[in-house]
């Protein structure tokens, strides 16, 4: 059932609707419930095909679904509606203005309306697709703060890669920031790329949540195997940066182990062709983030690599 | 007055934009003035350009203390300006939100960086600043409480309000937070407007730097005693949000005293024209801000108000 759990009056005869699609389970009630939320930046939309997913294979097994699920397709829905990645008109990043509060704005009344409706979740799964820039193989990124907690579920969600991030004070104003410290347990996915749908990541994760669902006692129906994540753990994350301006073009491959000073790709003027930089891998490791957008100024990021590994050590 | 080229960065299709600073006096560094830093902001580069423009009459009298190095910063991020663009060009970040910057980071993480240390090191900072929120309000001075800079020293600026913010998470990547963590006594200067020039509240800000720097021993020139200064916490303003969404009717500026039960606006409905809600005045007090644009939606923040 769908339900309208945050809204507010837009100036013409229109009113912003955050909307829930509640989906409750016909075998025994657990009392459990999962969230799976995104559409908090409006330029990504992987998780809009997750959502239709789930969606779609619980409605047709109810009686396999115990307790409920609650799907957010778009909490910010002027911005997916738009394809504008924050709040429309505010020039305001959503995933910034957590936990927001009753008496303020109306994002940050739109943004306490969406904590209050999701505390007390068993879990939260929070999606997100990179942006236009770059592309993400599916990982779940965790706040070390929360890193104890969260591994356990983590790994239930069939992504390639866990990175447990060091903690940001910027940071504590996220949805999964805010849900955390109030005692939801909040999973952070990073999949794909800004724009688009990449059916294989979405089908991956969905197997994921199925894979979940099935390991908090909701879900009696058929599940696919899930992949063993890589997780950071001690393992460092190395930042590639382009160091000149120009296109880039790749040579490698996503997700894939790499030598250190093996060759990424290069930089070049669009004018003259001239190579403006021979990007190398500054260690050995594996590619888990890789430039998708191909202008780059100085400092634009081109990779991402998990340094070290069985293989790379 | 010396030129120079504070951070230069390069683009495959465009000139490289350099930030360029004006120094005035050698010595000590006494005062380090920022502009826009967002593409919207003409405004804050105009001020800073009429800043400039005293400081050269000024030091061409010799009125510029023996020992005091200024630097005013008017422009840094010109590659939107010159796009009608509010964010940074390519990827839409905010250089005010990656302070202290990082040398080896994203593009807007290297301007920070860049921009941060050539402008580190000075005893007092001051940004022109831009609110978020669209409306009029009063000029004032603006400080993020850190512990590090004494709230009294807003008081020689001689603008009527100074306000105390109490920083939020995002404020702590911005250049205001930053300058404090690295002992530069810093404060936000607002006038009343940011995409368009209002010369009457340029001149208030003009005005309320050069009467800084003179109470401060960086400049000596004549100037008015300015207002009295009221400080307030931010926190203590009180908000007035629109019940319902609609065309809105103001009925007072800021600077405006109000009785409690004043008239403050009425909001018309925007296809049938009636008057679909009235706001009272809940207090006695001066308008700070009200709420510009004709559209509103319900929530909006139409009025802040310092109560009297």
Redesign the interface.
Request: charged share 20%; glycine share 10%; aromatic share 10%.
């Given at each position: 059932m769908t339900t309208v759990i945050a809204s507010?009056?837009?100036?013409?005869?229109e009113?912003?609707e955050i909307r829930r699609n509640r989906i409750t389970g016909e075998g025994e009630n657990n009392g459990k419930r999962v969230c799976i939320v995104t559409g908090t930046h409006g330029d990504e939309l992987e998780g809009q095909y997750v959502c239709a997913e789930i969606a779609r294979v619980l409605s047709e097994n109810l009686s396999k679904l115990c307790g409920v699920v609650d799907i957010y397709p778009a909490l910010n829905p002027l911005g997916v509606d738009s394809i504008t990645?924050g709040i429309p008109l505010?020039?305001?990043d959503m995933n910034?203005i957590f936990p927001g509060t009753a008496?303020g704005?109306?994002a940050e009344?739109l943004a306490a309306d969406i904590i209050k409706d999701i505390s007390g979740a068993d879990i939260c799964i929070d999606i997100h697709s990179s942006?236009i820039?770059l592309k993400e193989i599916p990982q779940i990124r965790i706040n070390e703060l929360s890193a104890e907690e969260l591994l356990p579920y983590a790994k239930m969600l069939g992504c390639d890669f866990i990175w447990i991030h060091s903690s940001a004070?910027?940071?504590?104003?996220t949805l999964a920031y805010s849900l955390n410290t109030t005692g939801t347990k909040t999973l952070v996915v990073e999949m794909g790329v800004g724009m688009r749908i990449t059916r294989e990541y979405c089908r991956q994760l969905t197997a994921g949540i199925f894979n979940l669902l099935k390991n908090l006692g909701m879900w009696s129906g058929a599940t696919e195997p899930v992949r063993d994540p890589i997780v950071s753990g001690e393992r460092a994350v190395e930042?590639v940066?382009s160091g000149?301006?120009?296109?880039f073009v790749p040579c490698v491959e996503h997700w894939v182990d790499i030598e250190k000073g093996e060759h990424i790709g290069d930089v070049l003027?669009?004018a003259t062709g001239r190579l403006e930089e021979y990007v190398t891998a500054p260690c050995s490791g594996r590619i888990f983030t890789l430039r998708e957008f191909p202008?780059?100024?100085?400092?634009?990021?081109i990779a991402r690599i998990l340094v070290g590994g069985e293989d790379n050590a | 007055m010396r030129k120079q080229v504070l951070y230069s960065i390069r683009s495959p299709y465009r000139q490289p934009m350099e930030v360029t600073g004006f120094k005035f006096g050698s010595g000590e560094k006494a005062i380090c003035i920022v502009g826009a830093m967002r593409g919207n902001e003409i405004q804050q580069m105009y001020v800073c350009s009429q800043l400039v423009k005293r400081l050269k009459e000024l030091e061409r009298e010799g009125s510029i203390c023996s020992g005091k190095e200024i630097m005013i910063v008017p422009c840094v991020n010109y590659y939107s300006m010159n796009i009608g663009k509010r964010f940074w060009t390519m990827d839409n970040t905010d250089i005010n939100r990656m302070f202290p910057g990082y040398d080896l980071g994203e593009t807007t993480q290297r301007i920070a960086d860049g921009l941060f240390k050539e402008i580190q090191g000075y005893a007092y900072g001051v940004q022109m600043a831009s609110f978020y929120q669209q409306g009029d309000f009063l000029p004032h001075v603006k400080l993020m409480e850190t512990g590090f800079t004494d709230h009294k020293d807003m008081i020689d600026f001689g603008l009527p309000y100074a306000f105390v913010r109490t920083p939020r998470p995002y404020d702590t990547t911005t250049l205001n937070y930053n300058w404090q963590v690295w002992e530069t006594k810093a404060f936000s200067v607002y006038t009343n407007a940011t995409d368009h020039i209002d010369e009457a509240s340029a001149k208030i800000a003009v005005d309320a730097v050069i009467r800084f720097m003179v109470k401060r021993g960086i400049i000596t020139t004549k100037v008015t005693g300015g207002s009295v200064t009221e400080i307030v916490d931010e926190r203590g303003l009180i908000q007035i949000h629109s019940p319902c969404a609609g065309i809105c009717k103001s009925h007072v500026r800021p600077g405006d005293e109000i009785r409690k039960g004043d008239l403050l606006c009425e909001i018309i409905d925007p296809l049938e024209g009636e008057v679909i809600s009235r706001i009272f005045a809940p207090v006695n007090g001066i308008v700070f801000f009200n709420y510009n644009r004709p559209l509103e939606f319900e929530k909006s923040v139409l009025y802040k108000i310092i109560s009297i």
């Open positions: 507010a009056g837009l100036a013409v005869n009113r912003i990645r505010f020039d305001l910034r008496d704005t109306m009344c942006n820039y004070t910027v940071l504590e104003s930042f940066n000149a301006d120009g296109i003027d669009p202008i780059v100024y100085g400092g634009s990021l | -």
